[in-house]
């Protein structure tokens, strides 16, 4: 099956591809309940694009005052 278009849901594939991790690092987090929430869909195991970026936003390290400006403009999740 190809890639759905417009589709908010991605295969590990495109969800490692997204965070740039390998997918075998995506899997072995999901094993270890340690990396982004995830669905199954008949079985199948999806990402919602805006759970990865959620996820990912918790691993922002930046400092400084321009990064305290952008936190302020970020909505809380």
Do not use: C
Not at 36 to 61: M, N
């Amino acid at each position: 099956m190809g890639p759905v278009l417009n589709s908010p849901y991605l295969t590990p594939r495109e969800a490692a591809e997204f965070l740039r991790i390998s997918e075998r690092t995506l899997t072995s987090m999901r094993y270890r309940d340690v990396g982004p929430r995830f669905r199954k869909h008949g079985g199948t195991v999806v990402y919602q694009i805006d759970d990865l970026r959620a996820w990912s936003r918790t691993y922002d390290y930046g400092s400084g005052p321009k990064h305290r400006e952008l936190d302020r403009e970020q909505p809380s999740l």
